[in-house]
Every structure is written in structure tokens, then in C-alpha cells.
């Protein structure tokens, strides 16, 4: 018998706010918290707008690390952790046993490596600070998080564009399931950074008007930042300590596509078979609610809506879904953390989240589509990350029972 | 539960490139030559990866404007395919997990660069994609096919050691029935420098690629040795101790004592903690330069051609007379407190 893996805590950093009652207010509310970055000058881009997390400037509760040493990468991660493991009960009675801390991010630190890089540009790389770099690697933001919390066990970093997020928690899952550990500490994180936006600028990704993901009229995403942190606990574990259950984490797929550096297949077939070992993985549950990864830009949404027919056959014009990528942009790393969160959040209170900007329906996406919340009777939601270079990652939350 | 096994490898290095001509460097005792430099770096060089016997793995036009560190993961694949006996790659059954530590941290520079210098509308779109942490992993699926779970691991040196443990978990859960376990560095003018103002020398760049195959599979070439247990850990600050910790859970799985070791390679600052007994204990580093992730996945190169040839475990030791050259440990730690490990045994 497989052991069972539960949600007992979550901590979620957006442009919508810090912590799951500021998110979930507006994110049930249907608002969105899109707005002109300030962090730096888009205005010679295709868009002045993102998600920026402005309500966050730094994680107070940092207690054993020097606050100003860290990048913004690692405020976001360890604030986040921090509401987690409060939510959870175990903050400030910490874990006394080995954890895994599986993490996803595409940039780690990269505000403090375009600082560094600024500086040497203007004095030489000889005389740029070095500690501007002591928080940039990707690496450092897991190892800095395991000091801040007094924890020892095992760490690992996935880039795997946007789909880390799912990754990592997919890959933490899997190890509670065989046993590895009781406890994870799990999820993603990303900044809102120039070179990130210069980026996707340059691949004429971004949206010059509104994210409106499977709208016919889309045109491009809209970037993000954030922090999104799951404590997943073995079950048996949890019960025996008195924990609240959220929800239970109960499948995961992966494949990749093999089909180019940055577009996916248009086809679906292999995101289809993600989302089907996902769904095999969770013993095939009827899924009530889909959290699309629903970037807005024509390939994603587009292949996105074949994956879903291929694994769902005429059932999947029927499935309620959206994508949240509207009200707080697309968080990378974060992505599929934050929209795991939020599915979790939408289990929890029977609500359909709300597909914004949604007019036009585009005949090539032919999907059930929710264009405001909606109260439901969800017990099992599917949530879907796909990244750059083919990566493909579906998980399956349901209800506990 | 089957075995998981070694069946090909492959080499870009500052000493040589492919098996057969990595193999006779580490017979000859070959050095790398620290002779490449960056002239906004004074007074430091690198070792620069042999390129001499790569470019046919390279030929596929699509790869033009791949980055280094990519070419030489793809040039490292290609030969461990060979060696494995593969001339296609099942792509459903076929897992690739990449280890980095800098990644294409050269692109990255020159992308950030047209940004800062002011000019970031004639960005490269091209560098841009090419510089992301995934992009080593990403030309490598895309070249050969890989369909199965593709990851990027990015986790400072012991990146590659924890590749081979998540590709190890992959094969034993049966998700699929073959990995390729690669790790790649290139050496950029941002990340010379400040390794270099950080007193870290003898920088190298290259790549190394594992394949994996569970036993059962069949049709397999000999194998070079098996996966017998891998370990990772983080102690923040305690870099003995995590080092501890990793070795005893690598003994406790693979049902062994240290006393049962015949030769430990390690990448961990000349720090080893001391239940190492008896054991021989060296780098290859001194061959290959530090090339940070690759470290680790050119130690288990290394064990594997010193399985097949013990001359070579002669030649790296300077003596070593018994040729019952059966367990390998490779280690690998940092003293930031994050420290890996993995028993190999001799197929």
C-alpha cells in the first residue's frame, strides 16, 4: 500500500499580497494585481506591467542570517517558508528530524548577479563588490533557507523553467510516498528582474495589452514574481501529531516534448502524457477542476487545449478551467507552486477561480472555460506547468478524506 | 529490485575528449594545461576543454548557436551512447537529468550586457534562450529525442551526484528504463573572475555523460559497474559532518562497512572525514582542473575506466598493486555543509 502525502501548510508571496488570506481574498474576488513595474524601467518594452509584489519588501522574521546579505530570491523563499511551517504547526517548534527541501526557480538570485554585473560594467570586475554574488546561485537561496530554519537534510534545486515549480513538488511527493522522509518543504520562487523581462521582450512573449489566456485575441504573457511553499507530510505522521490537513497530494507526471528550445509541441502529446501519468498516478480520479498553466500566448494555449483533449477525449470541453496567470502574472519558478497553492485554497472552499480577461472563446481551445468564481463541489483539481525546452509537469490534489 | 548499471560514458576534458584517448591521458599522466586566460582577469588561467575530437558529435546545424557548456554536454552524450551501443535513443523510456553549477553563465553575461550597456531592444533573442539553467538540458532532448522526465539540477558541485541519485530513483520506480546522468561547466569571463577572486584555482571546463540501465533491460554491453547506493545531505556550516552522515547511509544501503572500500575519489577540498580508513584516497582534479559539477561525474568516469584497466589506477596512484579493485566511493562536499556521495562496484 502506497503511503499517502498531505498538504499540511502553505505560505504564498504575490502581487496580490503576502499570505493565503490576502491572496485568497482577491484571488476569490477575482481581481487582478497587475500594475506598472517600479523595480526598473520597462518603458522600452513591449509592456510596462507585471506582477510585481510590491506589499513585500523584506522577510522580517529572518533571525539567524545577515538580512541584508540575502537577495530578494531568498527573502520571498524563506518568508514563505515561514508562514508554511507556522500553518503547519511546527513553527516555532521546529522539525527535529531530516527534511527534504525540493525547490523550483529559474533565476535563484539574479537581482543581486544584475547588480554585481552593473558594477563591473561601470569599475571593472576586479572592483565589483563580491558580496553582491554571496546570494546568487541557484543553489544558495536552499542551503540559506536550511541555516535560517536550524534544519539539516537534503536539498534540491530543479530549473526547469516553468515548470520547476511542479517539479519540485512532484519530486518531494514521490520521495514521502517511498518513504524517504516524513517531511518536505516544497515548491518555487522567482523575482521579477530586467534580464528576465528583456528576455521574453525579445522573444516577442510578452503581452503588449492584458493576459487573456485561451481568449482568441491573446497576445502574450504577463510576468510575475513570487514565492509559493507547501509543507507535505506523510499522513500517518501528520495524524499522529494532531496536524490540519489541507488536502493530499495524490499524482504526478513528467515528460518532455524533444521539440524546440522554447516553443512547445503544438501537438500535445507529450504534455497529454504528463497529465496522464499524473492522473494514473492518483488511481484515476474523476477531475473536477483543471488549473491550466494558461500563459496566454498563442503556442502555450493552444497546446495546452490539445493535451487536454488527447488525455480527456470530449470530456475535457466539460472540465472547469482557468488559468490565474491574469490576476498575478506569470511567477516562472513560482508558477506552479502558487497555482498548487491555489488549487489547494480552491479545494478547500468549493470555488471555481475565475480565467480573467476571458471575452473571445478561441474555437482551437474549445474548453469549459471559467470566466468568474464560481462556487463547486471540487474534490479533485489537476494543475498543469509547461516550460520552456519541452518540460512537462501535472499534479493531482484532492480533497482528504 | 534490478540492478542499475554503468553501461557507457563519455569525456570532454581538458586533457582529452572521448573514452579511449581519456582513458591513455590518465595512463600517460597527462596534465592539463592551465594556459587559456581572460584579459579582464590578470595573472589567472584555466584549462580549456580539449575541443579536437568533438566537433563531429557537433555537426548538426541547430547547435551553432548553442553555447559551450551545451556543446560539450551534447559532444559527452553522443559518446556515451556509443559506448553504450545505442544508435537511437528510445525516447518515452529515456530519462535525462543535467547537473550544472555556473550553467550558460557566458550567454547570460552577454545578454545582461546589451541590457545594461542600454541597448536592450537588440538583445539576442537567441541568447536569451540559450542562457537559461535548462538550456544544457533542453539541446540535449531536443538532439537525441528525450522524451521521458528531462531535468536541470542546480545545486553548487555536488549537482551531478544528486543528478545520478534522482536518475537512480527514476530507473527504480520504473518510470523509465534508461538515464543519461550528464554534467557540464564552461568557463565565462564573469564567473573567472570572481572564482578567481575568491582564491578558487585551477579552473576547468568540460563535460561528463553517464548512461544508466536497469539490469533487466537486456541486450547491454559489459557494463562498467553498478550504482550499488548514492547519498545526499546538508548540514549548513558542518561540512564533516554532512560528509559523515552521506558515507554511512552509502555503507548502511549498499550493506558494507568503510573497511570494505578499496579507493575513495573525492572533490571535497582535500577534506575526508576520518572513518576513511584504509582506503586510498585521491582527486583526479589534478588531471582534469575544477570544473565544479563535472568534478564528480569525471571521478566516476575515472572508477569506471580504473574497473576496466587497474593500470590506470596505478597510474593515478603511482602504486597500487592489488587487482582486486572492487568498490569505489565518489564524494563529493563544500563547506557551505552540502556533501554527496555514491558507491560504485565493479560489475
Sequence with gaps: ?401 | MSRVLVTGVGVVSPIASGNDLFAKALLEGVLPRFDKRIESVSGAYYAAADRSDIHRQLSDRSLRRAADVSKYAIAAVKMALDDAGMHAVDSDNTALVVGVTNGPLAYTQQFHHSIVAGYPADASPFLFSDSVLNAVASNCSLLYKIKGPVHTLVCGRAASLKSLMLAVSLLKKGEVKRALVVASEEISEIAFSCYTRMGVSNMSEGAAALMLTVEDVGGLNQPYCEILSSSSYCMPGDQIGALDVVLSKCFGDAGMTSNDIDMVLYDSDGVLPPEIKGAVARSVMERTGNSFAVNALWHIVASCMLFKDVKIAEAILGHYSSGNLKNIVVASSENSGAASAAVLRRA
Design chain 1, 1 to 401: 500500500m502506497k503511503r499517502r502525502v498531505v498538504v499540511v501548510g502553505i505560505g504564498i508571496i504575490t502581487s496580490h499580497g503576502v499570505g493565503q488570506d490576502e491572496n485568497w481574498q482577491k484571488i476569490k474576488s477575482g481581481l487582478s494585481s497587475i500594475s506598472e513595474v517600479s523595480c526598473f524601467d520597462a518603458s522600452i518594452y513591449r509592456t510596462r506591467f507585471a506582477g510585481e509584489a510590491k506589499c513585500f519588501k523584506e522577510c522580517d522574521s529572518i533571525r539567524n542570517l545577515k538580512k541584508r546579505r540575502l537577495d530578494r530570491a531568498s527573502h520571498l523563499l524563506i518568508d514563505s517558508a515561514y508562514q508554511a511551517l507556522s500553518h503547519a504547526g511546527l513553527y516555532p517548534d521546529m522539525i527535529n528530524e531530516p527534511v527534504l527541501v525540493s525547490l523550483g526557480t529559474t533565476l535563484g538570485g539574479m537581482i543581486s548577479g544584475e547588480q554585481f554585473h552593473k558594477e563591473a560594467m561601470v569599475k571593472s570586475f576586479a572592483r565589483a563588490r563580491l558580496s553582491l554574488l554571496s546570494d546568487y546561485m541557484a543553489h544558495n537561496q536552499s542551503i540559506k533557507l536550511l541555516a535560517e530554519l536550524g534544519l539539516e537534510g537534503n536539498f534540491l534545486v530543479f530549473s526547469n523553467a516553468c515548470a520547476s515549480g511542479t517539479n519540485a513538488i512532484g519530486h518531494a511527493f514521490h520521495s514521502l510516498r517511498a518513504g524517504d522522509y516524513n517531511f518536505a518543504i516544497c515548491g518555487g520562487y522567482d523575482t521579477l528582474s530586467e534580464f528576465t523581462f528583456a528576455g521574453f521582450n525579445s522573444l516577442m512573449a510578452l503581452s503588449p495589452s492584458l493576459c487573456k489566456p485561451f481568449d482568441k485575441n491573446r497576445d502574450g504573457l504577463v510576468l510575475g514574481e513570487g514565492a509559493g511553499i507547501l509543507v507535505l507530510e506523510e499522513e500517518g505522521h501528520a495524524l499522529k501529531r494532531g496536524a490540519e490537513i489541507l488536502c493530499e497530494v495524490s499524482g504526478y507526471g513528467e515528460t518532455s516534448d524533444a521539440y524546440h528550445i522554447t516553443r512547445p509541441d503544438p501537438c500535445g502529446t507529450s504534455a497529454a502524457k504528463a497529465i496522464t501519468k499524473a492522473i494514473n498516478d492518483a488511481g484515476n480520479p474523476s477531475i473536477d477542476y483543471i488549473n491550466a498553466h494558461g500563459t496566454a500566448t498563442k503556442y502555450n494555449d493552444a497546446m495546452e487545449a490539445n493535451a487536454l483533449t488527447i488525455a480527456f477525449g470530449e470530456r475535457a470541453g466539460d472540465i472547469p478551467t482557468s488559468s490565474i496567470k491574469p490576476m498575478i502574472g506569470h511567477l516562472l519558478g513560482a508558477a506552479g507552486a502558487v497555482e498548487a497553492i491555489s488549487s489547494v485554497l480552491a479545494i478547500r472552499n468549493n470555488l471555481l477561480l475565475p480565467n480573467l480577461n476571458f471575452k473571445s472563446p478561441d474555437p482551437e481551445c474549445n474548453l469549459n472555460i471559467v470566466q468568474s468564481p464560481i462556487a463547486a463541489d471540487i474534490e479533485t483539481v489537476l494543475s498543469n506547468s509547461f516550460g520552456f525546452g519541452g518540460a512537462n509537469a501535472s499534479i493531482v490534489l484532492r480533497s482528504y478524506r
